[in-house]
């Protein structure tokens, strides 16, 4: 599957949980979180970032999208891609995940 719209190349890319028809992508230089059809291969929001993300996790049944970006760690609602909550480190992070429980994650 080729995404022809996307500005920069494709670094991370999940599901929607709540769609089938829908991922959710991060590209490398590229501040924003993109969600795409794959039925239209259209992009179909965009979410601006404050740095590039590196890394997407979507919790499995808790409507949670986890990012890494830069310093931070950041949870979305995947209903609204509204930001819920963020977390600022000391050191840049490469990558993160939610405890099933919601009340840890480990990033690194």
Do not use: Y
Request: proline share 6%; charged share 20%.
């Amino acid at each position: 599957m080729i995404m022809e719209g996307s500005p920069k190349p494709i670094r991370n890319a999940v599901w929607h949980q709540d769609s089938p028809n829908v991922i959710i992508t991060a590209s490398h230089d590229d501040n924003a979180l993109r969600l795409w059809d794959v039925r239209t291969l259209k992009e179909v929001k965009s979410v601006p970032t404050q740095a590039p993300t590196t890394s997407l996790e979507v919790q499995t049944g808790g409507g949670i999208l986890t990012t890494a970006e830069g310093n931070a760690v950041k949870f979305w609602s995947l209903d609204t891609m509204q930001l819920v909550k963020e977390f600022t480190l000391s050191i840049p992070t490469e990558s993160a995940s939610l405890f099933a429980q919601k009340n840890c994650f480990v990033a690194g």
